[in-house]
């Protein structure tokens, strides 16, 4: 054997023991079937062929391509044939804190819902993390600049229009400062309601009497309240106690049924039943009464009329 062949099966012994050892180590699956699966991104933001995915935190493929495919980035997952996906899987685009090296995170998803076909194309997240943070942090410095910009373009407008507006009001002001020594001058002189509220404090007492006078008649209340509930008391009796209603009830029914009776007898009467009937509707007691005092008052002026002859004729006979 010549030395060249001698050095190209050293060079290819070395490729097998290299390739051997990066397959245990994990950097390369050798002899390891994988099924492929298509995501659409927006912009994959640095990621490459090659790149790790990782599927619920694990290592489980690679990133076999990237295209444009009509106007967004595919990217080839080549998943382990071991990992099963499922149509809940979620995909996003994450990165590594340290190195910031870019790698797809896939969700285990509902185990019960069907798994993902291969060859499928899903639609994957948008981008989280520092550089999302970053570039929303680069969208309100931009907002910021734009408002500073127009600040400072409208700041002397502004200035010149506050400025008018304090040479308008100035007399006002000044008045209106004034008005405002004079009332706290009233005040601190104990003038007025106000300044007697600042400086006496016997409306403070007062009221601080007629608290403890609030509080002196709730704890009455509360007494009051506790003994109703206990049914102390004749109104505490009426609060707990149901033999007065009871007999009310009674006395109503009772009442109910005397009212019956007196509407009945009241019915009778109107109809001219029995001899109270007949004297409410009927007249001719009253007509034969006043007929019968009219000839009584006849017989008493006959009788009077007729006193004087008796008498004399009584005394005649005596004499003779």
């Known amino acids: 054997m010549s030395n060249e062949q001698r050095v190209g099966l050293f060079f290819i012994g070395g490729l097998v023991v290299l390739f051997a050892a990066m397959a245990m180590t994990g950097e390369v699956r050798l002899l390891e079937d994988r099924y492929e699966v298509l995501v659409d991104f927006e912009d994959v933001h640095g990621l490459s062929a090659g790149s790790e995915v990782r599927v619920g935190g694990i290592p489980a493929g690679t990133v076999s391509g990237l295209e444009f495919v009509e106007g967004a980035v595919r990217a080839r997952l080549a998943i382990d044939a071991d990992i099963t996906l499922h149509n809940t899987s979620e995909i996003y685009l994450d990165y590594q ?185 009927d007249d001719s007691l009253y007509r034969e009464t006043e007929e019968a005092v009219r000839a009584l008052g006849r017989t008493a002026e006959t009788i009077e009329d007729q006193a004087p002859i008796s008498i004399m004729g009584t005394a005649v006979g005596t004499l003779f």
């Open 97 to 281: 804190a340290l190195s910031g090296t870019r790698f797809v995170a896939i969700s285990l998803g509902d185990p019960g819902s069907p798994p993902l076909q291969p060859g499928t194309v899903l639609t994957g997240a948008e981008l989280g993390g520092l550089t999302g943070a970053f570039e929303e942090l680069q969208k309100v410095g931009a907002s910021i600049r734009k408002v500073a910009n127009s600040f400072g373009e409208n700041q002397d407008a502004l200035l010149t229009n506050l400025t008018a507006m304090i040479e308008e009001n100035r007399r006002t002001l000044q008045s209106t400062m004034v008005s405002m020594e004079i009332i706290t001058g009233r005040i601190a002189d104990g003038a007025g309601t106000l300044g007697m509220l600042s400086t006496d404090d016997r409306l403070y007492t007062e009221m601080t009497d007629a608290f403890a006078r609030v509080s002196l008649a709730a704890e009455h209340l509360e007494v009051i309240s506790r003994r109703l509930s206990e049914g102390q008391g004749s109104l505490g009796r009426l609060l707990t106690d149901t033999a007065l209603y009871d007999e009310a009830r009674e006395t109503m029914s009772q009442l109910r049924t005397s009212a019956s009776s007196i509407d009945e007898i009241v019915t009778q009467v109107r109809s001219g039943q029995g001899t109270l009937g007949r004297l409410v509707n």
